[in-house]
């Protein structure tokens, strides 16, 4: 699974239940992410919200292969700390020694929670005999269920990997947390045809990590976003295609268009069109490795984000629009409806003509539609994590799993 160089597998001793911690929280798949140096995905920021708000009551949850582990408390303050480090600390704490010194790993959970937040090794081999061996009541979060659902869009294999996950959720679950009742509803459906009954479920928002103070926009020039990974399921391609009309209409009048976003996978032709279409140039920026900042300042300065996507378990940067007062203009998605409670603009993800007229229309200064929705964004109420853990940990508590 995992191929961390750190990780002592050999001096490892298990021990009856070593503490006493309510919570078992696994952080295997921020320790790999970070080991790795990539920028946190919205995955990712939910695993460190979750860490932030249960690591003081928490014992770490580590998977290495086939081994899996329970660290002692100590152990998992240091590595917690080290996970919400900076990226230098975080490898220095593992260079010299980090978890080397700690040995003191148990197999017992005791009857504990257990939060699988990152869909970590659902689909490994062992993994349902270690919970149940290990005596922990599992309780995952489901991010989506896009890979079962929209296999043309992901990596060759993952749409069985992912029944595989869900499938272990189903099994296992003690409860399960959905990012949205859409990806109840799906993970429902999913049960149905697969003939596996329904966990317990409580559907929370996503919170949202502050936005830092945005700098002054230095353009003028009418300017539109689109956040996220750059995957075929985004539909960057569709919006390359109204650029590039836009561009041949209007020359230098043209909007311009930030993608921003790490390349993901399953879009080779947007790449191809991004490295060398030498039209799209001064028209189309993309900005891979964009700081908290520098993404607040591009929302905060844009005509609207643009988010015509073909699925989502969630869409983190369409409340982040809308909480910083930003229209959006996004696809007809049941998820998005959900989140965005009648706010941002819904046009069908294949209609290239309406989108192309919205775009024109939230470009042009006095636009009736887009003032129209900046006064509907007045009354969005922002998703916080303090609401998200509130209802979370009143949820743990009726199912007899104490916080």
């Known amino acids: 699974m995992l191929g961390w160089a750190w990780f002592p597998l050999a001096p490892q001793t298990l021990y009856p239940v070593l503490d006493d911690a309510p919570i078992l ?5 921020l320790i790999w992410r970070r080991w790795r140096g990539r920028l946190p995905t919205g995955v990712d920021r939910v695993c460190l919200a979750y860490l932030r708000h249960f690591g003081p009551s928490a014992q770490a949850v580590i998977q290495h292969e086939r081994f899996r582990g329970i660290l002692d408390r100590k152990a998992s303050e240091e590595l ?3 996970l919400d480090s900076s990226g230098w600390k975080f490898k220095a704490g593992m260079i010299s020694g980090g978890l080397r010194n700690y040995g003191r790993v148990t197999n017992q959970g005791g009857g504990r929670a257990y939060l699988n937040i990152g869909h970590t090794g659902l689909d490994a081999p062992g993994f349902a005999e270690w919970l149940h061996c290990a005596n922990v009541r599992p309780v995952y979060l489901v991010h989506d269920l896009i890979p079962i659902t929209h296999p043309q869009f992901c990596r060759q294999g993952e749409d069985e990997k992912h029944r595989k996950r869900m499938r272990t959720v189903l099994k296992t679950a003690s409860g399960v947390i959905g990012n949205s009742q859409a990806t109840l509803d799906e993970l429902a459906g999913f049960a149905r045809s697969e003939g596996l009954p329904v966990p317990a479920g409580i559907a929370a928002w996503l919170g949202m990590d502050p936005f830092p103070e945005p700098s002054p926009s230095l353009t003028t020039r009418p300017t539109f976003v689109t956040v996220g990974t750059i995957e075929a399921r985004k539909n960057h391609l569709f919006l390359l295609e109204i650029w590039s009309r836009l561009i041949e209409r209007l020359g230098d009048n043209a909007p311009r268009l930030l993608i921003i976003g790490q390349r993901g996978w399953e879009a080779e032709q947007v790449f191809a069109r991004l490295d060398r279409d ?3 140039r001064g028209h189309v920026v993309e900005l891979n490795d964009c700081s908290d900042k520098e993404l607040a300042a591009h929302i905060a300065g844009a005509g609207a984000l643009l988010f015509p996507s073909f699925a989502e378990g969630y869409g983190l940067p369409l409340t982040e629009a809308l ?17 965005g409670a009648g706010i941002p603009e819904f046009i069908d993800q294949l209609d290239s003509a309406a989108w192309e007229a919205a775009i024109l229309d939230y470009a042009k200064g006095g636009s009736d539609s887009r003032e129209a929705q900046l006064q ?3 009354s969005f109420r922002v998703p916080t994590w303090h609401d998200h853990f509130e209802a ?12």
């Open 25 to 29: 929280l696994d952080v295997t798949r």
């Open 80 to 82: 917690f700390a080290l």
């Open 278 to 280: 030498e039209s799209l």
């Open 323 to 339: 909480a910083a007062g930003v229209p959006v203009i996004a696809s007809d998605l049941p998820v998005f409806r959900e989140i």
């Open 376 to 378: 509907r964004i007045k």
């Open 392 to 403: 979370v940990e009143r949820w743990l508590g009726k199912l007899g799993l104490a916080t």
